[in-house]
């Protein structure tokens, strides 16, 4: 059983920062991957980024590619996603996911464990 806690989310000005944390309990393969979503009201998931939990390979959605930078500390078990040039179109609910085999999927149904979210707010 995995446990997903994200963390670092708030508001920020746009052209700001901001460095969201997935802490993960349980024991992790290298073979999973890790993904970044975000939600907006009456909207479906969508695909941020991408990780290879052993192999460290890296996928973005073409929205935030050059822009966000996803990372994951093995030892810590924990995933990042660093968020830098901030646009008001990227607030959000953000949730981290956990897919329990080695191929990539940027689909939120396809993955076996979630976070609760944590909230990023872009001013304009």
């Known amino acids: 059983q995995v446990q997903l806690v994200e963390s670092g989310g708030g508001l920020v000005r746009a052209g700001g920062s901001l460095r969201l944390s997935c802490a993960a309990s349980?024991?992790?393969?290298?073979?999973?991957?890790m993904s970044w979503f975000r939600q907006t009201p009456g909207k479906e998931h969508e695909f941020v980024a991408a990780?290879?939990?052993?192999?460290?390979?890296?996928t973005y959605a073409d929205s935030v590619l050059g822009r966000f930078a996803i990372s994951r500390d093995n030892i810590k078990k924990t995933l990042y996603l660093q968020m830098n040039s901030l646009k008001p179109e990227d607030t959000a609910l953000y949730y981290c996911?956990?897919?329990?085999?080695?191929?990539?999927?940027?689909?939120?149904?396809?993955?076996?464990?979630w976070g609760q979210g944590t909230q990023v707010t872009v001013s304009s």
């Open positions: 990780i290879g939990w052993g192999s460290g390979s890296t």
């Open positions: 349980g024991r992790l393969f290298s073979n999973y991957f």
């Open positions: 996911a956990l897919r329990r085999t080695p191929r990539q999927s940027t689909i939120w149904a396809d993955y076996d464990y």
